[in-house]
C-alpha cells in the first residue's frame, strides 16, 4: 500500500498541515506531521469548550470502529513550551488513501494556550521513532510504525515548500520529485529522533567550512536552528543583521537580499535560498524581519527544521537501519 497527502503552509510557513481521516464514518481534521515527536493526538469533544477556538475536534463516541484503550494515558511537552495531555482511543486513520486500523489516537484534555490560539491546527501527527511516544502504561505505536508492515516499502517522504503545498507520501519515493539523485546519510535513533550529522555548511557562495552540524531533521519545527559559531558566521555576511533581544533572534531589514546557506549531506550539498531564512516581519510596520536561521543554544543539538527541509526531497527510511536520505529539487 502507499498514500500521498498535501501539506499546506501556515502563517509564514511556520507551519505545514495535513487532511486526516479519523473513524467511521471519516472525521478529517488537519494536523502537523511532525518528526520531531511520536504522539498522534487531536483536540476532540474531551478537550474543554474554553480552549477549543476554532479547532475541529475528534468524537470517539461517533465512531463505529474507536475503542477506548481503558487505563492509558498521555501528556507530552515540546521544546516551545507547549504541551498537551489527556486519554487514548484506538481507530482508524486513513491518510491519502492509506488506512491503518487500530491506531492509537490521544484524545486531548488539555491544552496549552498556545494551542488553543491555532485556530488551523487540529493536532499533531508523530513521525519520529515510537520509542518516544508519551503513552502509559503501554507505550503506543505511532502512524508509520503501524502502516509499515503493507507499505511497498518502509518509508515516508518529506516535500515541503516555499509558500506553496508540498507532500508527504507514504510507502514510496518518488523519483519525480527531486533532481540528480538521492544522497543517504546515517541516523542515530537511539533518542527517538532521526538524527543525523551534516559534515559542514557554506554561505552564499563561500566555500565549504568543515564544521560538521548534528541535528534532527525535524518537520515540526519552523527554523533551521545551529551552533551559535554557524549564526554569527552566516549573519556577519548582512550590514544590518543585529541580534535583537527582545525577540531573541536576529533580525534584518525586510528589504534586505540575504546569502544563501548550504548544508552537506554525505558528499553532496543542500542550497537553502536567501529568501527562505527571511522567516517574517516582527513588527506591523514591517520594517525587520526574523531570521529563518537562529542559535541551537540550550537544546542540546541542532535542528533541521522547515527552513532547511523545504530546500531538499527528503527520504525517511523506517527500514532495519534507519537513514535519511536529501536530493536537491
Ligand atoms: C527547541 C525548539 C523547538 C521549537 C519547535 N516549535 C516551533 O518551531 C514552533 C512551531 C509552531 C509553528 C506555528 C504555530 C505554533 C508552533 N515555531 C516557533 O517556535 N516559531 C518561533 C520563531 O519563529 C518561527 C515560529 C517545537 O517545539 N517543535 C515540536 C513540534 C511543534 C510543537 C508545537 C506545535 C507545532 C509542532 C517538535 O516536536 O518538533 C520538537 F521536536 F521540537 C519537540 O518538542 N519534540 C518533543
Redesign the pocket.
Known amino acids: 500500500a502507499t498514500g500521498s497527502v498535501v501539506a499546506t503552509p ?2 509564514y510557513d ?2 505545514y498541515l495535513s487532511p486526516v481521516s479519523i473513524g467511521t464514518p471519516a472525521q478529517t481534521l488537519m494536523l ?1 506531521f ?4 511520536s504522539d498522534l493526538w487531536v483536540f476532540s469533544s474531551e478537550t474543554p469548550k474554553s480552549s477549543v477556538q476554532g479547532q475541529t475536534v475528534y468524537n470517539p463516541s461517533k465512531s463505529s470502529t474507536a475503542k477506548k484503550l481503558s487505563g492509558a494515558t498521555w501528556k ?5 513550551g ?1 504541551s498537551s495531555s489527556g486519554s487514548v482511543y484506538t481507530d482508524k486513520v486513513t491518510i491519502g488513501g492509506l488506512s491503518v486500523s487500530n491506531v492509537a489516537v490521544e484524545s486531548a484534555q488539555k491544552v496549552s494556550r ?2 488553543t490560539a ?1 485556530a488551523d ?1 487540529d493536532g ?1 501527527l508523530g513521525l ?1 521513532f515510537s520509542s ?1 511516544n508519551t503513552v502509559q502504561p503501554t507505550q503506543q505505536k505511532t502512524f508509520f510504525d503501524m502502516a509499515k508492515p503493507s507499505l511497498d516499502s518502509a518509508v515516508f517522504t518529506a516535500d515541503l515548500k516555499y509558500g506553496k503545498a508540498g507532500k508527504y507520501n507514504f510507502g514510496y519515493i518518488d523519483d519525480s520529485a527531486y533532481n540528480g539523485s538521492l544522497t543517504y546519510t546515517a541516523v542515530d535513533s537511539s533518542n527517538g ?1 532521526w538524527m543525523f550529522t551534516s559534515p559542514g555548511y557554506a554561505v552564499g557562495s563561500g566555500t565549504l567550512d568543515s564544521t560538521s552540524i548534528t541535528g ?1 531533521a ?6 533551521l ?1 545551529v551552533p551559535s559559531s554557524v549564526v554569527t558566521t552566516y549573519y556577519k555576511q548582512i550590514r544590518n543583521a543585529r541580534y535583537d533581544s527582545s525577540q531573541a ?1 536576529y533580525v534584518f531589514p525586510c528589504s534586505t537580499s540575504l546569502p544563501s546557506f548550504t548544508y552537506a549531506v554525505g558528499n553532496s550539498q543542500i542550497v537553502i535560498p536567501g529568501k527562505y531564512i527571511n ?2 516581519p516582527v513588527d506591523s510596520a514591517g520594517s525587520s524581519c ?1 531570521g529563518g536561521i ?1 542559535s541551537d543554544e540550550g ?1 542540546g543539538f541542532s ?1 533541521f ?1 522547515d527552513v532547511a527541509l523545504k530546500a531538499a526531497f527528503v527520504v525517511f527510511d523506517g527500514s532495519q537501519s534507519p537513514r535519511l536520505g536529501f536530493a536537491s529539487k
Open positions: 501556515a502563517q511556520a507551519e502537523d511532525d518528526t520531531g515527536s507530552i511537552s515540546y521544546g516551545d507547549s498556545e494551542f491555532e491546527l499533531l519520529a518516544i529522533w534532527i525535524d518537520t515540526g519545527t519552523t527554523l536552528l533572534g522567516f517574517a526574523f537562529q537544546i535542528i527544521g
